[in-house]
């Protein structure tokens, strides 16, 4: 019997204790317990580091706009007022923990409160297409219609709670293709992707969800790949200087020597090199075909007699035989023994 | 007259005539050979001189006693008559000190060449012939890294040293071929260098003294430039293309480490020598910025002025020589500018991130000039600056204590 009631009351104390410690808890940080809910948006909704965000918040139980708002940040009042729905601040570095604390209080109601926890997490979308550029070339290789395009996610992140950089194997990549889950590109570890590029006039866009496997940090980042047309840009290239790629021919070029190389570089092919056999190269002359021998059908050298003035209308039509969406025509009218027009 | 007056007049006109055939003939044959007559000065083979220099001594004898008719060298002067692959301004490290010489490498031969930053004297220290040098990494130490093609179009590296007693190049070392970017340490001591893998790239670094290489970056990614100006470490970003997300992060040399230090559309970057200060561009389809971020305080703001990463030059004080456009070509940069498609004409600046002031330094358009300038030295006592004329690759040599 006296078994009993001691269990009793031990129950009876437990149950008491299990509502009381976390009232005593809130009491430590003066709120009173959460009665009704918040509406709580976050924007952006994964902050980087460094980065500006902003909090709105709403509620369908008390009228937000006439209740008094105080906005905490890790502790200390940052803003109060009537109606004040929106705070903004900055996240701190990486492996940051920014705690926000908001407290309503409307007439007749008890205060409301939430907690919003930012942890900062950067990752960075990069990528590149499988496409030809020149060697020395300083920019970017482009996509052009339907050639492969590999996507990397370079995540920077920090666990806040342990200082540590989590290993990328330990990170979980969510792939997004137009807002639909790629679920078997996606996983742990799945840092990268392969993808064709769009269709011409076309878009295709692709985010990226990295997150800590027990969800500590996350980040998110998207891009949006378009197509380029590809393009053909003429150099002059001497026997021992080589190619001077820092001026791109245009029309009306004057030859001022006897013999001069002209080298076409095609511009974002899905090619290796500009030799590749499947760029069909096309010459033409005045709309006269020429055929050019060797193993570079990408260089036209010109040769005129002492003495020789004229021009020519240089034609050149470019054609990816894998792929037709690869096609291009440009034209550069040369002017022999003379210096301008 | 008599007849023996006109002959003695036709016999004195023809010893005139015949002298100034001679005086014109020498004047054309140094013109166009380019033989400044000065015994151990010049090209040994007469193929290249100092444009301003050589033409004028030979003139008139080159004597030193004859300086009533040897002209100021100019403020700023044509230093090459053919493209160049790459340059330097290099103080002399002696206990007297000395004043600055340029050094640099022909694009048709790879020969190297010296000349006095305000003399009109020019010497080649190597004659080893290396066609169609495409860049050149010329440090300030005796050494120099070539990158050129193969007959088969790949990207050869050649890591040679200058011997000082001969005039050819000894220790020639040829790195992995198809080397996507190269960038030479601070201390000139080490070489950073990414080749393309099966899954992508790889950088490792090489100490030049012991020969070991290490491996110090992976990426599922190839297209990367790097900047190894700072004992911070290495600056790596993606290739540019306008309107293109990049990212620029800092690795280091030691650990391994990435950090990433901006991100944008169409970014290039560049630190300064000490690594306090980050210099970046972005570029979208609609704006082109040029900014500055203090890496210890990270403030940042727009620099008072906008141009290429390319045309941009730090000191050992952390202030930036830069080369600015005041006409451009309207298209996409920096990637068009890159093709050739674009060009600019410039003038020089000098910009001071500490007071965030711009001096002017030289207007480079005068007498209707152009330059277009792409790559751009000084040396560390900002005595001389050199720069590159992007369309024809030849190289130019500005007194900057004319213009200080």
């Not at chain 2, 050149?136 to 590296?157: C, G, H, K, Q």
């Not at chain 2, 700072?230 to 990435?258: R, V």
């Not at chain 2, 890496?295 to 952390?318: G, H, N, Q, V």
Request: glycine share 8%; aromatic share 10%; net charge negative.
């Amino acid at each position: 019997m006296d078994k009993n009631i001691h269990k009793l009351l031990l129950g009876f104390t437990s149950i008491i204790l299990f509502f009381c410690i976390p009232a005593f808890a809130l009491a430590q940080v003066g709120f009173e317990p959460i009665e009704e809910p918040l509406y709580v948006r976050v924007f952006p909704e994964f902050p980087r580091a460094n980065e500006d965000f902003s909090i709105t918040i709403d509620s369908f139980s008390v009228d937000i706009d006439s209740a008094e708002i105080a906005w905490f940040e890790n502790g200390i009042l940052k803003e109060e007022g009537v109606g004040n729905v929106r705070y903004t601040g900055k996240t701190g570095a990486l492996g940051s923990r920014t705690v926000v604390q908001i407290a309503v209080t409307a007439r007749g109601t008890p205060q409301l409160q939430e907690e919003v926890v930012i942890v900062p997490g950067n990752v960075s979308l990069l990528w590149e297409a499988q496409t030809y550029t020149p060697p020395f070339y300083l920019g970017k290789a482009l996509p052009s219609s339907q050639s492969e395009i590999k996507v990397v996610a370079k995540p920077s992140l920090v666990n806040p709670q342990t200082g540590a950089v989590p290993r990328d194997s330990d990170l979980i990549y969510t792939w997004y293709e137009n807002d639909r889950v790629l679920g078997a590109h996606s996983g742990y570890g799945k840092n990268t992707i392969t993808a064709l590029a769009p269709l011409p006039g076309g878009r295709y866009s692709l985010g990226v969800k990295v997150t800590t496997a027990s969800e500590a940090v996350s980040a998110y980042a998207e891009t949006t790949i378009l197509d380029y047309t590809p393009l053909v840009r003429f150099y002059e290239e001497d026997p021992l200087i080589g190619k001077m790629g820092g001026k791109a021919l245009k029309s009306p070029y004057f030859v001022q020597t006897s013999e001069q190389t002209i080298v076409a570089e095609p511009f974002f092919f899905s090619v290796a090199r500009p030799e590749n056999e499947t760029l069909s190269y096309s010459w033409f002359i005045n709309d006269e075909p020429l055929v050019i021998s060797g193993g570079r059908p990408h260089a036209l050298t010109l040769a005129v007699g002492p003495d020789v003035t004229g021009e020519a209308d240089v034609n050149l039509r470019i054609q990816n035989l894998g792929n037709i969406f690869q096609t291009l025509q440009d034209r550069i009218t040369v002017y022999f023994g003379a210096s301008s027009l | 007259m008599k007849k023996r007056t006109r002959q003695i007049l036709i016999i004195t006109l023809g010893i005139v005539a015949i002298a100034v055939i001679t005086v014109s003939g020498l004047f054309l044959y140094s013109l166009f050979t380019g033989d400044n007559g000065t015994p151990g000065q010049g090209d040994p083979t007469g193929a290249r001189t100092d444009p301003f220099g050589g033409i004028i001594d030979t003139l008139f004898g080159g004597d030193p006693g004859d300086e009533e008719f040897v002209p100021p060298i100019p403020v700023l002067r044509q230093l090459t008559f053919e493209p160049t692959a790459g340059a330097r301004v290099i103080t002399p490290f002696t206990e007297e000190g000395g004043l600055p010489f340029v050094r640099y490498v022909a694009r048709s031969d790879g020969n190297i060449y010296e000349i006095e930053a305000f003399e009109r004297d020019q010497r080649r220290v190597s004659n080893t012939t290396i066609p169609s040098v495409y860049e050149a990494l010329v440090p300030e130490s005796n050494w120099m890294l070539y990158r050129f093609l193969s007959e088969t179009d790949s990207i050869e590296t050649l890591d040679a040293t200058i011997a000082t007693s001969t005039a050819e190049l000894e220790d020639t070392i040829f790195y992995p071929e198809n080397i996507l970017s190269i960038s030479v340490a601070p201390e000139e001591d080490r070489v950073f260098f990414l080749v393309a893998g099966n899954e992508g790239s790889s950088g490792y670094i090489l100490d030049r003294e012991s020969g070991e290489q290490e491996l110090v970056f992976e990426s599922e990614l190839t297209e990367w430039r790097s900047e190894w100006n700072s004992p911070l470490g290495i600056l790596l970003f993606n290739k540019p293309a306008e309107g293109i997300p990049g990212s620029a992060f800092l690795l280091s040399p030691n650990t391994g480490d990435l950090e990433e230090l901006v991100s944008g559309n169409g970014l290039t970057a560049s630190m300064s020598l000490s690594g306090r200060y980050l210099l970046y561009t972005i570029a979208s389809t609609d704006s082109f910025s040029l900014t500055i971020r203090d890496l210890e305080t990270r403030a940042e703001s727009l620099m008072p002025f906008t141009t290429l990463i390319e045309k941009c030059t730090w000191t050992e004080f952390d202030s930036l020589y830069c080369a600015i456009p005041v006409d451009a070509e309207g298209g996409s940069y920096p990637d068009g500018w890159y093709r050739g498609d674009l060009r600019t004409s410039d003038v020089l600046v000098l910009y001071l991130p500490e007071s965030d002031t711009e001096l002017f330094v030289y207007d480079l358009t005068t007498d209707g000039n152009t330059f277009d300038v792409d790559q751009i030295y000084v040396d560390p006592d900002e005595l001389y600056l050199v720069f590159r004329n992007k369309v024809d690759q030849v190289l130019w040599g500005l007194s900057l204590i004319d213009v200080l």
